[in-house]
């Protein structure tokens, strides 16, 4: 069975830094992967995605992941963070063709000023 | 409308209440999906429609019983439910057969049980 696992419950960092968010996932071959955003109150919204080819993906609101096949992960990464930025993050993964998705448990990201 | 949408937003019912929470996609879209989310939990996929056919149903009690009419809306009904019920319920659509299967989520209906 597919898993996704989110390491960091809660993450904190400052205006204007880097952010890496982590996401591990378990699946005997490769998968379709997701990250997904939830601001309070509102439902998932989808970040990127990752299907194939380009290892590196650019999705919206300036964040990017890299699928590492070696490693299972497909981290979340962003130049500088703004406050706007502060939500809930879900890394899922999907057989691929499939329409289940799985996710992780999720990462609260704050933002200081 | 837009998306995905769900009414109530927030419901609070007793537990021998009945009460119905409704989605409804406007992008045409052939499936539809329910997915409970807990907190500390991860979202737990409820129940799947393909072309209005159920082809998902996740081991959920039988107090949740979903309704699709047509490709464009979707039901969960409630029935008798128990205090750990409550919890967001997020509905979502897709387009199978288009390749790669992204779903799109509504809002959520935020469930309460007394």
């Known amino acids: 069975a597919q898993s996704v696992t989110q390491p960091d419950i809660h993450i904190t960092v400052s205006e204007g830094a880097s952010l890496e968010l982590r996401c591990n996932y378990s699946?005997?071959?490769?998968?379709?992967l997701f990250w997904y955003v939830q601001s309070p109150g509102q439902g998932l919204q989808l970040l990127l995605k990752?299907?194939?080819?380009?290892?590196l993906v650019q999705g919206i609101k300036g964040f990017e992941a890299e699928f590492k096949r070696s490693q299972s992960s497909f981290n979340l990464r962003k130049p500088s963070v703004h406050w706007s930025d502060a939500a809930e993050y879900f890394c899922a993964v999907a057989a691929r063709g499939g329409n289940k998705l799985t996710f992780g448990t999720g990462t609260q990201l704050k933002v200081e000023l | 409308e837009t998306g995905v949408t769900q009414t109530p937003r927030h419901l609070v019912m007793g537990m021998t209440n009945k009460k119905s929470l409704k989605c409804e996609q406007h992008l045409g879209h052939n499936a539809m999906y329910w997915y409970k989310q807990s907190a500390k939990k991860p979202l737990e996929l409820m129940f799947v429609?393909?072309?209005?056919?159920?082809?998902e149903n996740n081991s959920v009690p039988s107090r949740f019983s979903p309704e699709c009419p047509n490709s464009s809306h979707l039901f969960l009904h409630l029935h008798t439910l128990q205090p750990e019920d409550s919890a967001l319920y997020l509905c979502?659509?897709?387009?199978?057969?288009?390749?790669?299967?992204?779903?799109?989520f509504g809002a959520g209906s935020r469930l309460t049980v007394l």
């Open positions: 699946y005997g071959a490769t998968p379709y």
């Open positions: 990752y299907f194939s080819g380009d290892t």
């Open positions: 429609y393909s072309l209005e056919e159920r082809v």
């Open positions: 979502a659509s897709s387009q199978e057969g288009a390749g790669a299967n992204v779903l799109t």
